[in-house]
């Protein structure tokens, strides 16, 4: 625990030395990383007739379609765009190496009741922590997988609530943004795109707690969920849901560079 502590302070110092105090990087968002989740000999969670990379993989490349459509002058990085297995702490060093404006982890969700449907949107935090704790740990035990890694996460056990204490010593200096962007994609979700939005919440996130700029988890709905499987793996639906991700970081994008 004394070795988490040490590096997660290190992580906050990091953090805060790089942060623009007011807000983000001069407002000019024209880097972005698109995450989709899982990949290789990691699945994912699966439904009837699906497996959660897939689904991720096909709406994040979508989305990298879109953005490069309509706004041709943003540079868009993938951590994955095929399927391979890149690690945790590697999918965020590809957003920390470019300098990128924002991150964005695309996934799919599960749980035991198939009634549960909707989208739901994740920025790093502890907060309701008991809530979320079975997403989160199903997320962030994918390190299970990784080589060496207790000593790459310094001890961290994805499934032992004792190890997500000291996140709360990671309170990221771009929380407010990222709620602003997490706020936006389950209104386009809700609103435009038509699907049943369970709002944005805090979780610790691995993925999310390595990255140094607003940062997002977006779980694009649930293939416990007979329907919403079908409709996930619909290529259409792939599109209109792309379509919402990539309205509300346009609109984002507007928001924070109408203040420069």
Do not use: C
């Given at each position: 625990m004394r070795n988490i502590a040490?590096?997660?302070?290190?992580?906050?110092l990091l953090v805060l030395s790089a942060f623009n105090p007011v807000g983000v990087r001069s407002y000019k968002i024209d880097k972005i990383v698109i995450d989709p989740g899982h990949g290789g000999k990691d699945p994912g969670t699966h439904g009837?007739?699906?497996?959660?990379?897939?689904?991720?993989?096909g709406i994040a490349l979508e989305l990298g379609r879109i953005i490069k459509d309509n706004l041709p002058d943003?540079?868009?990085?993938?951590?994955?765009?095929?399927?391979?297995?890149p690690e945790l702490d590697e999918r965020a060093d590809v957003a920390n190496k470019i300098d990128?404006?924002?991150?964005?982890?695309?996934?799919?969700?599960?749980?035991?009741?198939?009634?549960?449907h909707g989208t739901e949107t994740y920025v790093?935090?502890?907060?309701?922590?008991?809530?979320?704790?079975?997403?989160?740990?199903?997320?962030?035990?994918?390190?299970?997988?990784?080589?060496?890694y207790e000593e790459k996460y310094d001890g961290f056990d994805p499934n032992s609530p004792e190890s997500y204490i000291l996140f709360s010593l990671y309170q990221s200096a771009f929380q407010e943004n990222s709620l602003r962007l997490a706020q936006k994609i389950e209104d386009q979700m809700q609103t435009r795109v038509g699907?049943?939005?369970?709002?944005?919440?805090?979780?610790?996130?691995?993925?999310?707690?390595?990255?140094?700029m607003p940062s997002v988890l977006f779980e694009v709905g649930y293939l416990s969920n007979a329907k919403e499987e079908k409709d996930l793996n619909d290529r259409l639906n792939q599109v209109y849901i792309a379509s919402g991700i990539f309205r509300a970081?346009?609109?984002?994008?507007?928001?924070?560079e109408s203040m420069n």
């Open positions: 040490v590096t997660f302070g290190i992580s906050v009837s007739i699906s497996k959660e990379k897939d689904v991720a993989l943003v540079t868009i990085e993938y951590t994955r765009k095929d399927d391979s297995f990128a404006d924002l991150f964005i982890s695309i996934h799919a969700n599960w749980v035991g009741n198939p009634r549960v790093m935090g502890v907060e309701k922590m008991d809530e979320n704790f079975k997403v989160v740990s199903r997320e962030n035990s994918v390190i299970l997988l990784e080589e060496n699907r049943n939005s369970r709002g944005v919440r805090p979780a610790p996130f691995l993925v999310l707690r390595k990255t140094s970081f346009r609109d984002y994008k507007q928001e924070l």
